[in-house]
């Protein structure tokens, strides 16, 4: 006992220790100017590449200023709600299809589009013995741990893990992107039995089916699930499949990738990242956020009570103390989130279908208070439109789907993005990406042990 008060004590002193020791004053950032976060002054990404994949137009400079816009996310050029458009008015699930886009550069045409959504379908199934090995035997709380330690326990059932030419990568990328829902699906199930303890089912997937309809099949007992349930979950894989080559997960890649490392490791710390509650883990927290506003508002369709929460929200004074109304706002979107809009418009028709349309307009009112409520209190006016995670969780948490899966989820559609920006870093990258530091510690001389 009193060994282990000793351990806290000493634990306690170097938490401290190491707190204070890496402490930079902000000044510090002024006086040499850094970008912090790869940022500009005006919040805008420092410049660090090119791409060709994905494309997010937020708003305009015009003579050093920020001016808002209306926002447009492309792939490989093409408008998202062309794309969306383009499936959805065909009658078909489109994620396979926008894997090929962002993968390729181009649409494919029938028989590729066949041929292709055949090969995804054959590759899905894991190794032999790899479902009791790697994920039964060694569960985790939380499924993206599980998801990372999967990615990477498939490089030792590779016969060619570390051969980074263009080939032999893209098979590794179509297998990942073919397994990725199995992964997230057997690993929350293994999660569920040993922490949670509820039944353990493991469903083989179905060939026959979508990659949206497989997952729906593979989280639920009876493996049921309705057309739009699949079709909406279809779009949601669309519209998180790519964002740019600067946001966090997708920028890890880039960099992990630049060393010349194997896929299963660079796509395992882009896992890492996306894990994050300020990048995939966001949804969460605005489910969260809203479950804490239904318990404490009385009137969901009173804007005053409504208001008033929001202003508590920023004060600080409820939900998690953070000062934040999740999911408004983004780093790049300023009048509008193009995803968030496509979104909507499901996540509304879904809402009249699951008798859950009071919730959906409370979530739209919280989109058109927080604005103006946010002005009031920090004194500041910021463009503040919903972004795609005010929606998606509602969204995820209307289909059912438990919210461990939310971010896994979000990793099943972006494992597209990922591998296409990896291709993109091996093809035209060529140099390990090593942004410098600068070193503001006082020189000083070491001081023997006896003397300390």
């Known amino acids: 006992m009193e060994r282990t008060t000793e351990l806290k004590d000493f634990q306690k002193k170097l938490a401290l220790m190491a707190e204070e020791n890496n402490k930079i004053p902000p000044y510090l950032h002024l006086k040499y ?11 805008a ?13 937020g708003f305009i400079i015009d003579e050093g200023e920020k001016i808002p816009d209306h926002g447009r996310l492309l792939y490989r050029g093409i408008n998202i709600e062309d794309i969306v458009k383009g499936f959805t008015g065909e009658g078909r699930f489109g994620f396979e299809e926008t894997c090929y886009l962002l993968m390729f550069g181009d649409l494919p045409d029938q028989d590729d589009w066949n041929f292709f959504c055949d090969y995804l379908k054959e590759l899905r199934e894991l190794p032999d013995g790899f479902t009791e090995d790697m994920i039964l035997k060694a569960p985790s709380h939380n499924v993206m741990n599980k998801l990372a330690r999967g990615v990477l326990a498939l490089y030792s059932y590779d016969d060619n893990p570390d051969d980074i030419s263009v080939g032999n990568v893209l098979r590794q990328s179509i297998q990942l992107i073919a397994r990725m829902p199995v992964l997230a699906a057997y690993g929350y199930q293994a999660k569920s039995h040993y922490y949670d303890n509820k039944s353990l089912y493991l469903h083989m997937p179905d060939p026959k089916l979508s990659t949206a309809e497989n997952f729906l099949s593979m989280i639920r007992k009876d493996r049921k699930y309705t057309a739009i349930e699949a079709e909406l979950l279809d779009l949601a894989l669309v519209l998180h499949a790519e964002h740019g080559g600067g946001n966090n997960s997708a ?4 960099v992990v990738t630049s060393s010349d490392t194997d896929t299963y490791s660079a796509i395992a710390a882009a896992i890492g990242s996306l894990k994050g509650p300020k990048h995939g883990g966001a949804n969460i927290k605005v489910c969260e956020m809203m479950e804490d506003m239904k318990a404490n508002v009385g009137d969901w369709k009173d804007d005053e009570e409504v208001g008033a929460y929001l202003t508590k929200l920023l004060n600080r004074e409820a939900y998690d103390g953070a000062g934040l109304i999740y999911g408004l706002g983004h780093a790049v979107y300023t009048l509008s989130d193009p995803r968030a809009v496509l979104l909507k418009e499901k996540a509304r028709t879904l809402a009249q279908k ?31 439109a919903p972004n795609v995670d005010f929606f998606s969780g509602f969204v995820y948490s209307s289909l059912n789907i438990p919210t461990d899966l939310y971010t896994p989820l979000f990793a099943m559609s972006r494992i597209a993005g990922w591998s296409a920006h990896r291709i993109e870093e091996i093809v035209s990258g060529g140099k390990i990406i090593r942004p410098a530091y600068r070193s503001v510690v006082k020189h000083r001389g070491y001081t023997p042990l006896t003397e300390r």
């Open 354 to 384: 699951s008798d859950r349309l009071d919730e959906f307009k409370l979530y739209e009112k919280v989109a058109e208070l927080g604005p103006q409520v946010f002005a009031n209190v920090k004194k500041v006016q910021n463009t503040l």
């Open 45 to 57: 990404g420092v410049l660090v590449g090119l791409t060709e994949i994905g494309d997010v137009h």
């Open 33 to 43: 100017n850094t970008k912090r976060g790869l940022r500009d002054a005006n919040g």
């Open 251 to 254: 920028f890890t890649t880039h």
